[in-house]
């Protein structure tokens, strides 16, 4: 009598997914995340059980599991973009591309910059020139003030003092 669940089915790849896949995975230049995706997927595909892959790569069921459900929501459309729009195919090289698509971060949740690299590196300027040269009765700049004659120069829209204190902690300081 078997204990547990029976292990999870090889999933489906086509031998040429797989050689690219596999061929892509011997690269010495890829990141630890994207090497141990495609190490999920392949020994997958060899039939591998989720025990095993967990044991053989040190990883988490979940983790194991999410891969496995990622590739199987995507593989009609992996095959269908193999076969090209024609059902002539596609380059090797265009369908690593899509195979890779896969196995990526998907985005991040969360608010979208409101200011960009170049509105900060513009307050970092302001905030190297003098209060005076601004009509401004300061010797040094306050966050206030830099905020404010941010604002008015058109800068930025809107932005708070604190925030005006991040982007001057985070500069970075030039090394050349």
């Known amino acids: 009598m078997s204990r547990g669940k029976p292990p999870a089915k090889a999933i489906t790849m ?51 599991k999410k891969w496995r459900r990622r590739w199987e929501s995507a593989y009609e459309s992996v095959l269908a973009y193999e076969s090209g729009p024609n ?28 200011i960009t690299l170049a509105q900060k590196k513009q307050i970092i300027a302001l905030a190297c020139e003098k209060p005076e040269d601004h009509g401004i009765a300061l010797t040094q700049w306050n966050r206030e003030m830099l905020a404010h004659v941010a604002q008015a120069k058109g800068i930025v829209d809107t932005i708070s003092p604190r925030y005006v204190s991040e982007i001057l902690k985070k500069r970075e300081t030039p090394t050349s």
């Open 14 to 64: 086509t031998g040429r997914q797989y050689h690219l896949l596999r061929k892509h995975w011997a690269k010495h230049s890829l990141s630890h995340h994207l090497k141990q995706r495609l190490s999920i997927l392949l020994l997958a595909r060899e039939g591998m059980s989720h025990g095993g892959i967990k044991r053989k790569l040190g990883v988490d069921i979940n983790t194991i």
């Open 87 to 114: 059902g002539e195919g596609v380059s090797d090289l265009a369908l690593l591309k899509r195979l890779l698509e896969v196995v990526q971060d998907e985005p991040r949740s969360g608010a979208p910059r409101r």
